[in-house]
T-cell receptor, first 114, second 112 residues
Framework: DGGITQSPKYLFRKEGQNVTLSCEQN?????MYWYRQDPGQGLRLIYY???????QKGDIAEGYSVSREKKESFPLTVTSAQKNPTAFYLC?????????????FGPGTRLTVL | KQEVTQIPAALSVPEGENLVLNCSFT??????LQWFRQDPGKGLTSLLL?????REQTSGRLNASLDKSSGRSTLYIAASQPGDSATYLC???????????FGKGTTLSVSS
């Protein structure tokens, strides 16, 4: 059963704490993406990776970090430097670049700062 | 820089009505345009992808069109059902072709 999994579904962070959101895909896709969704603001790109061991900053990368050590995995760390991390985080993947291929999305992780 | 806009932000219709959702974009040198559906608290589900060489795509009761010259795409939903209630988002590639630029979505409510 192919798809994208994200965990956890809900995550609570205390002030000054780093947290890591998991994203795994078994679609054999090369490209993976992280988006942040806030009410009324749509989706905004945090980081993307087009190939293993390579990733690029998106529009709102400050306070976030990623790694791409395996093709199927693209974890996102929300650091204490991110001042307003409460949001819904969505991971996506595509076979190739967005000029040609559809993006497939995971179910999301809702992060709340306590 | 590509910008994507969706108007209206919300739409309510009675069951059975045919409806059109609108999406506009600023850069007509567009490679494709995608429509997604999002249910509350869930991820996005791809509905249709229209390549720039195509004028429209159909899937069941859904039909999406693309007019590059006017910078517009529409999603037509025929014979709407309460199960169609969701937020519909359109998206186009950014100019670098590295990720998608999303509109803010239209939240559709279909009443029975």
């Amino acid at each position: 059963d192919g798809g994208i999994t994200q965990s956890p579904k809900y995550l609570f962070r205390k002030e000054g704490q780093n947290v890591t959101l998991s994203c795994e895909q078994n679609l054999n896709h090369d490209a993976m993406y992280w988006y942040r969704q806030d009410p009324g603001q749509g989706l905004r790109l945090i980081y993307y990776s087009q190939i293993v061991n390579d990733f690029q900053k998106g529009d709102i990368a400050e306070g976030y970090s990623v790694s791409r050590e395996k093709k199927e995995s693209f974890p996102l760390t929300v650091t204490s430097a991110q001042k307003n991390p409460t949001a819904f985080y969505l991971c996506a993947s595509s076979a190739g670049d967005v000029m040609r291929d559809t993006q497939y999305f995971g179910p999301g992780t809702r992060l709340t700062v306590l | 820089k590509q910008e994507v806009t969706q108007i209206p932000a919300a739409l309510s219709v009675p069951e059975g009505e045919n409806l059109v959702l609108n999406c506009s974009f600023t850069d007509s040198a567009i490679y494709n345009l995608q429509w997604f559906r999002q249910d509350p608290g869930k991820g996005l589900t791809s509905l249709l992808l229209i390549q720039s060489s195509q004028r429209e795509q159909t899937s069941g009761r859904l039909n999406a069109s693309l007019d590059k010259s006017s910078g517009r795409s529409t999603l037509y939903i025929a014979a709407s059902q309460p199960g169609d209630s969701a937020t519909y988002l359109c998206a186009a590639p950014n100019q670098a072709g590295t990720a998608l630029i999303f509109g803010k979505g239209t939240t559709l409510s279909v009443s029975s």
